[in-house]
């Protein structure tokens, strides 16, 4: 497997998200095309992500319940979801294109986010569940959290009676993406994308049944493509 920036970065032990998207978003326009009008260089995507901070200058020193509100508002309020089922590109699930164009699927959206509230100090991150994709404070009891699904609006997570909503890591975050990617390749016989989304998924520090799981679906990419 070609060791990109991506791949290495899987032994540097948990790496930030902001990173570990910003590299996913570089293998993903590589394998898939860099045609996306939006698609940013990754010190373009560092600086959107910057400015995306900056509006939230001071924000840390407040209660995590505004914390909540005034990212929602400032900065999850210039993005909007893409959830266009026939898609036959990949600008939604590339982090680069989804700062760019402020669209993309819930997940990446809320990746993205999070990558901007953590640059700014404040400590939210990615919850997701059967039917939810959630923005939640690491310190909040009771779990306030922002719904990336339902425009933004803060609430109690506990109402969504979403009994797998779990905390997802940097690494998790990455499979989830490197999931709908294989799964729109697919769909498009796109073989090159499919062995390549395999080959990134194989490399992330998951438990031994999930790796199991990877490294049965990259054998099967790789004898459909021979």
Same mark, same amino acid.
């Given at each position: 497997m070609q060791q990109g920036a991506f791949v290495k970065l899987m032994g540097n032990g948990e790496p930030g998200l902001e990173p570990l998207l910003l590299s996913l978003a570089a293998e993903i326009g590589h394998v898939a095309g860099q045609g996306a009008a939006q698609a940013l260089r990754t010190d373009q995507a560092h600086g959107q992500l910057e400015h995306l901070a900056a509006s939230l200058a001071g924000v840390d020193s407040l209660p995590p319940t505004m914390q909540l509100q005034l990212l929602s508002s400032l900065v999850l309020g210039r993005f909007s979801i893409d959830v266009e089922p026939h898609r036959v590109d990949f600008g939604d699930l590339r982090p680069d294109v989804v700062l760019g164009e402020r669209s993309g699927h819930p997940i990446v959206v809320a990746a993205v986010v999070a990558a901007v509230a953590q640059r700014a100090g404040l400590p939210v991150a990615v919850v997701v569940g059967d039917a939810n994709v959630l923005l939640a404070h690491r310190t909040q009891d009771p779990p306030l959290a922002i719904s990336v699904d339902r425009h933004g609006e803060v609430l109690d997570a506990r109402e !969504?009676?979403?009994?797998?909503?779990?905390?997802?890591?940097?690494?998790?975050?990455?499979?989830?993406?490197?999931? !709908?990617? !294989?799964?729109?390749?697919? /769909?498009?016989?796109?073989?090159?994308? /499919?062995?390549?989304?395999?080959?990134?998924? /194989?490399?992330?520090?998951?438990?031994?049944?999930? !790796?199991?799981?990877?490294?049965?679906?990259?054998?099967?990419?790789?004898?459909?493509?021979?």
């Amino acid at each position: 497997m070609q060791q990109g920036a991506f791949v290495k970065l899987m032994g540097n032990g948990e790496p930030g998200l902001e990173p570990l998207l910003l590299s996913l978003a570089a293998e993903i326009g590589h394998v898939a095309g860099q045609g996306a009008a939006q698609a940013l260089r990754t010190d373009q995507a560092h600086g959107q992500l910057e400015h995306l901070a900056a509006s939230l200058a001071g924000v840390d020193s407040l209660p995590p319940t505004m914390q909540l509100q005034l990212l929602s508002s400032l900065v999850l309020g210039r993005f909007s979801i893409d959830v266009e089922p026939h898609r036959v590109d990949f600008g939604d699930l590339r982090p680069d294109v989804v700062l760019g164009e402020r669209s993309g699927h819930p997940i990446v959206v809320a990746a993205v986010v999070a990558a901007v509230a953590q640059r700014a100090g404040l400590p939210v991150a990615v919850v997701v569940g059967d039917a939810n994709v959630l923005l939640a404070h690491r310190t909040q009891d009771p779990p306030l959290a922002i719904s990336v699904d339902r425009h933004g609006e803060v609430l109690d997570a506990r109402e !969504l009676r979403d009994g797998n909503l779990s905390w997802r890591c940097a690494h998790e975050i990455s499979a989830a993406i490197l999931d !709908l990617v !294989l799964a729109r390749s697919e /769909t498009l016989g796109l073989r090159p994308v /499919t062995v390549r989304a395999c080959e990134l998924a /194989t490399a992330l520090p998951l438990d031994p049944h999930a !790796l199991a799981h990877r490294d049965a679906e990259l054998s099967r990419a790789l004898s459909a493509w021979n």
